[in-house]
């Protein structure tokens, strides 16, 4: 089993930036693809970003621009940098590890609020 921490979720006013980690008690080397999930109450739960094993990374429309992800496998973390943050970017967000036979891991959530 990988446990996912995710930290660094808080208050901001709209233009403003968060980064969010998440970090995992294993090495992420050989997972697949790592990303960042999110949900807003009364939404569906929506990917934000991924980044695979070989770096290539996919974005959302609507972050597109704002939002990085990257990682650091020597510390077996993603971040997820995310600037000019909009009052609909409210959502608490997950940490995924999409990993190897078919194993998916999600960690439980920091709470993201853009509020003026």
């Known amino acids: 089993q990988v446990q996912l921490v995710e930290s660094g979720g808080g208050l901001v006013q709209p233009g403003g930036s968060l980064r969010l980690s998440c970090a995992a008690s294993k090495s992420i080397y050989s997972a697949n693809a790592m990303g960042w999930y999110r949900q807003a109450p009364g939404k569906q739960r929506e990917s934000v970003a991924t980044?695979?094993?070989?770096?290539?990374?996919d974005y959302a429309n609507s972050v597109k621009g704002r939002f990085t992800i990257s990682k650091d496998n020597a510390k077996n973390t993603v971040y997820l940098q995310m600037n000019n943050l909009k009052p609909e970017d409210t959502a608490v967000y997950y940490c995924?590890?999409?990993?190897?036979?078919?194993?998916?891991?999600w960690g439980q959530g920091t709470q993201v609020t853009v509020s003026s």
């Open positions: 980044i695979t094993s070989d770096g290539d990374t």
């Open positions: 995924h590890l999409d990993h190897t036979f078919g194993r998916n891991f």
